[in-house]
């Protein structure tokens, strides 16, 4: 699936889940519950029929060091843009040595494989553009479950368009290479996260619940860089305020991304849509 | 003479510093290291563990593990405001059931042990502090190495955790929510109800 047919993808399912947002009285940060809930019993068919088994042969078949080195070519290839992200976060330090690690890895690592500059204390960080929204002040916006990608809040899937505009895998120009780029990628990622098992099995009451609270504390987590809110402020009886206050924003993050997706229909072509969605699996962003 | 002095001294050190490593009133983040490396050593050499057997680690945790945690304190975050209306017997038995679901899914998470090491921080701390936060980083080859954060709290019996982040998410708020729409629904009574037959469900799966 090229960069345009994802987003006109998303696009018409946005579009969708505003025309069938209809409130079912259940969390005030999800108001779209029956779709989501929809999606996200396809992706998990989806995860146990294909991407698992698929996963889970990749991890018998390829020895640790081949794995591992894998990884580490593409969260090489990710470290340029976390380092842009921190920058426009306000964050230079970050930033300098998320591009130092781009250049050591590069070179030292062999183009990756190894990930010498954790080793020399430069440590890896995780940042992406709907963090960076985050730090902006824009609000999370109702939370939504992508098919094939798993969970976001519309904010972040504002980002998350401008993360895939922004991956150097995109700009492969042979499209076999690509696809098969971005495959292994899916694979690769979907393998490193098999030990944690059917975690979200043992311990959800209500496993698509769980997900989504885990995944909102998550980026509240990350957008602050692990500098948590004392656990009473986030109780749930004070969230019907604070979504109060940022509907402003959360409009805002509305029109960004329907601005995005203005810009980039127009550039629509055919496209073949092929298998290499990346996917994102069960409370998979650490 | 002089020699044997220093000797004796310092093999009293040691033993000092061996038996305080036992006692209850050890600093949170000794405590929280000890607890770890036990555990580790336990997932190393427990072969029924390394088979998956959860039952059996099951049986480790409660046993191990159990009285170094505050599950009333847990279960009452978790329960958020409802927490004040609940009889003490509702206490109770919510308490005991969320210590089941949790020492279920830890034990389940435990038997996926593959060669992690954990690294927990030193934590500098008033002594006049009644609740800290303790932090761990789990590493593993080949990932991205995951935060453990622990609060722990002052007892009469020593420091006790009441809350683990995982990647900086509170496990026990993200259970929040979803108990909070429970009682809501079906009142305490429900949310029990809801805890048990989740809990026994898994032992039906498991024979």
């Given at each position: 699936?090229?960069?345009?047919?994802?987003l006109?993808?998303i696009?018409?399912l946005?579009?969708?889940?505003?025309?069938?947002?209809?409130?079912?009285?259940?969390?005030?940060?999800?108001?779209?519950?029956?779709?989501?809930?929809?999606?996200?019993?396809?992706?998990?068919?989806?995860?146990?029929?294909?991407?698992?088994?698929?996963a889970?042969?990749?991890?018998?078949?390829?020895p640790?060091?081949?794995r591992?080195g894998?990884?580490n070519v593409?969260?090489?290839?990710?470290?340029?843009?976390i380092?842009?992200?921190?920058?426009?976060q306000?964050?230079?330090?970050?930033?300098?040595?998320?591009?130092?690690?781009?250049?050591?890895?590069?070179?030292?690592?062999?183009?990756?494989?190894?990930?010498?500059?954790?080793?020399?204390?430069?440590?890896?960080?995780?940042?992406?553009?709907?963090?960076t929204l985050?730090?902006?002040?824009?609000?999370?916006?109702?939370?939504?479950?992508?098919?094939?990608?798993?969970?976001?809040?519309?904010?972040?899937?504002?980002?998350?368009?401008?993360?895939?505009?922004?991956?150097p895998?995109?700009?492969?120009?042979?499209?076999p290479?690509?696809?098969?780029?971005?495959?292994?990628?899916?694979?690769?990622?979907?393998?490193?996260?098999?030990?944690?098992?059917?975690?979200?099995?043992?311990?959800?009451?209500d496993?698509?619940?769980?997900?989504?609270?885990?995944?909102?504390?998550?980026?509240?987590?990350?957008?602050?860089?692990?500098?948590r809110?004392?656990s009473?402020?986030?109780?749930?009886?004070?969230?019907?305020?604070?979504?109060?206050?940022?509907?402003?924003?959360?409009?805002?993050?509305?029109?960004?991304?329907?601005v995005?997706?203005?810009?980039?229909?127009?550039a629509?072509?055919?496209?073949?849509?092929?298998?290499?969605?990346?996917?994102?699996?069960?409370?998979?962003?650490? | 003479?002089?020699?044997?002095?220093t000797?004796?001294?310092m093999?009293?050190?040691?033993?000092?510093?061996?038996?305080?490593?036992?006692?209850a009133?050890?600093?949170?983040?000794?405590?929280?290291?000890?607890?770890?490396?036990?555990?580790?050593?336990?997932?190393?050499?427990?072969?029924?563990?390394?088979a998956?057997?959860?039952?059996?680690?099951q049986?480790v945790?409660?046993?191990?593990?159990?009285?170094?945690?505050?599950?009333?304190?847990m279960?009452?975050?978790?329960?958020?405001?409802?927490?004040?209306?609940?009889?003490?017997?509702?206490?109770?038995?919510?308490?005991?059931?969320?210590?089941?679901?949790l020492?279920?899914?830890?034990?389940?998470?435990?038997?996926?042990?593959?060669?992690?090491?954990?690294?927990?921080?030193?934590?500098?701390?008033?002594?006049?502090?009644?609740?800290?936060?303790?932090?761990?980083?789990?590493?593993?080859?080949?990932?991205?190495?995951?935060?453990?954060?622990?609060?722990?709290?002052?007892?009469?019996?020593?420091?006790?955790?009441?809350?683990?982040?995982?990647?900086g998410?509170?496990?026990?708020?993200?259970?929040?929510?979803?108990?909070?729409q429970?009682?809501?629904?079906?009142?305490?009574?429900?949310?029990?109800?809801?805890?048990?037959?989740?809990?026994?469900?898994?032992v039906?799966?498991?024979?």
């Amino acid at each position: 699936m090229s960069k345009v047919s994802v987003l006109k993808f998303i696009g018409s399912l946005l579009l969708l889940l505003n025309l069938a947002a209809c409130a079912t009285g259940g969390n005030p940060k999800d108001p779209w519950e029956g779709v989501n809930r929809k999606i996200f019993v396809f992706n998990e068919k989806l995860d146990a029929w294909a991407l698992k088994p698929v996963a889970q042969a990749y991890d018998a078949a390829a020895p640790l060091p081949v794995r591992t080195g894998v990884s580490n070519v593409f969260a090489n290839v990710e470290d340029v843009w976390i380092g842009l992200n921190n920058l426009l976060q306000g964050k230079p330090v970050a930033a300098v040595s998320d591009l130092s690690r781009f250049a050591i890895n590069s070179t030292l690592g062999i183009l990756g494989v190894f990930d010498v500059a954790t080793e020399l204390g430069l440590e890896k960080h995780e940042e992406d553009f709907g963090q960076t929204l985050g730090v902006w002040g824009v609000g999370d916006g109702p939370y939504v479950m992508l098919p094939f990608f798993g969970p976001r809040t519309l904010r972040d899937t504002g980002g998350f368009i401008v993360d895939t505009f922004a991956s150097p895998l995109g700009y492969i120009d042979d499209i076999p290479t690509r696809n098969v780029t971005r495959g292994l990628k899916v694979i690769s990622d979907r393998a490193d996260l098999l030990s944690a098992g059917n975690a979200l099995d043992e311990a959800a009451l209500d496993r698509y619940a769980y997900l989504r609270d885990f995944y909102l504390s998550r980026r509240k987590s990350l957008i602050n860089d692990g500098r948590r809110v004392r656990s009473n402020e986030e109780d749930s009886s004070i969230a019907g305020t604070s979504i109060a206050m940022d509907t402003d924003v959360e409009i805002g993050a509305h029109r960004l991304v329907f601005v995005m997706l203005d810009r980039a229909y127009p550039a629509l072509h055919a496209d073949v849509p092929a298998a290499d969605a990346s996917l994102t699996v069960a409370g998979t962003d650490t | 003479m002089l020699k044997f002095l220093t000797r004796f001294a310092m093999i009293a050190v040691l033993g000092a510093g061996l038996l305080t490593g036992a006692h209850a009133e050890d600093a949170p983040d000794v405590l929280i290291k000890n607890a770890t490396n036990e555990i580790v050593e336990i997932l190393k050499t427990d072969k029924a563990i390394q088979a998956g057997d959860v039952k059996h680690t099951q049986d480790v945790i409660e046993s191990k593990v159990l009285h170094y945690f505050d599950f009333n304190k847990m279960t009452a975050s978790a329960v958020g405001r409802e927490w004040r209306s609940a009889s003490a017997d509702q206490k109770a038995q919510l308490a005991k059931e969320f210590q089941t679901l949790l020492v279920r899914s830890y034990s389940n998470a435990l038997t996926q042990y593959k060669n992690q090491t954990v690294d927990v921080k030193p934590l500098k701390m008033q002594a006049s502090d009644v609740e800290v936060t303790v932090k761990s980083e789990v590493k593993q080859p080949g990932a991205k190495p995951v935060a453990i954060d622990y609060d722990l709290t002052k007892t009469a019996d020593g420091w006790k955790v009441y809350d683990v982040y995982v990647a900086g998410v509170s496990l026990v708020a993200n259970y929040r929510d979803t108990f909070g729409q429970e009682i809501k629904a079906s009142g305490i009574d429900g949310l029990i109800k809801s805890l048990h037959e989740k809990n026994a469900a898994k032992v039906i799966e498991k024979k």
